[in-house]
C-alpha cells in the first residue's frame, strides 16, 4: 500500500477530460481556504501536468497531432512520470511536511490515460513505472476524486466550451479512460478513488466533496470552522 506519510493532506480531482474536476478543484480549494480553522495549514492549488520543462514537452506532444502519432505512447508516459516527480519533489511533499493541505488537478492516476482499454498489464507496467521515477518523492493522494461523466455528454460540454480539443479528447479515447479509471479503481483499491457523479450540477457535486472534505481534515487532526 501506498499512503501519505505526512502531516498535511493530500487531495486530488480526476476524471475525463471536460468532467468539471478543475471547477471542482477550485471550489475544493475556496472552501478549505474559507473553512479550514488552523491558518497555519496553508492550502495549495496545483495541476499535472505542470507548467516546468518536462510539462511544457508533454503540452506541446498533446497539441501537435503529427507529433503526437510519432511519439510512443510509453516514452509520453514517462514524461508524465518525470514531470511529476519533479513536482513531487518541488512542490508536493515540501507542503505536506509542513501540514499543508494540497488539491491538485489530476495525479498520477491519470496514467490509464497510457494504458489500452482495461489491460492489466500495461497498468501494473505503468505503475512500476511511476514509482521507479518517482523513488524516494512517491506519495499518493489522501482521496481521488473522480468525476464521472460518460465521453459523450464530456465531449459536448468541450463542443460548448469553445476550447481547441488536443489528441486525448476524442469520444472514444475517453470512453476507455473512463472505463480504465473503474478498473484502475478494482486493481487498486488502496488507491483511495471514489467516484463521483459529474452529470449533475455544481452545487450537487460539491455537497458530495464537502462531506468528504471534514472528514478528511477531522482524521488528519485539521480543524474546521
Avoid at 475544493?28 to 480553522?37: D, F, P, Q, S, T
Avoid at 524516494?136 to 463542443?159: C, M, N, Q, S, T
Avoid at 479509471?181 to 487498486?188: D, G, I, L, R
Avoid at 457535486?205 to 481534515?217: G, K
Wanted: hydrophobic share 40%.
Amino acid at each position: 500500500m501506498i499512503a501519505n506519510p505526512y502531516r498535511g493532506l493530500f487531495l486530488c480531482a480526476s476524471g475525463i477530460d471536460f468532467c468539471g474536476k478543475s471547477t471542482q478543484s477550485f471550489r475544493m480549494y475556496n472552501w478549505l481556504r474559507a473553512y479550514v480553522e488552523d491558518k497555519k495549514a496553508e492550502i495549495v492549488l496545483t495541476r499535472q501536468p505542470t507548467v516546468e520543462h518536462f510539462g511544457k514537452r508533454i503540452r506541446t506532444i498533446l497539441a501537435d497531432k503529427d507529433l503526437f502519432v510519432r511519439t510512443d505512447p510509453f516514452d509520453l508516459q514517462e514524461l508524465f512520470a518525470k514531470d511529476s516527480r519533479m513536482h513531487c519533489e518541488k512542490t508536493i511533499i515540501p507542503h505536506l511536511e509542513q501540514g499543508h493541505v494540497v488539491c491538485t488537478d489530476r495525479f498520477r492516476e491519470s496514467m490509464v490515460y497510457g494504458s489500452e482499454r482495461s489491460n492489466i498489464i500495461e497498468m501494473h507496467m505503468l505503475m512500476e513505472m511511476n514509482q521507479q521515477f518517482h523513488g524516494r518523492y512517491w506519495v499518493w493522494p489522501d482521496r481521488v476524486f473522480v468525476f464521472d461523466l460518460p465521453a459523450e455528454v464530456a465531449i459536448e460540454r468541450g463542443k460548448a466550451s469553445g476550447r481547441q480539443f488536443d489528441e486525448m479528447e476524442k469520444t472514444d479515447t475517453l470512453d476507455r479512460i473512463r472505463e480504465n479509471f473503474y478498473t484502475f479503481a478494482k486493481e487498486y483499491p488502496w488507491a483511495n478513488l471514489q467516484f463521483i457523479d459529474a452529470t449533475r450540477s455544481v452545487e450537487e457535486i460539491f455537497s458530495d466533496v464537502r462531506i468528504e472534505l471534514v472528514n478528511l481534515l477531522k482524521a488528519k487532526g485539521i480543524r474546521v470552522l
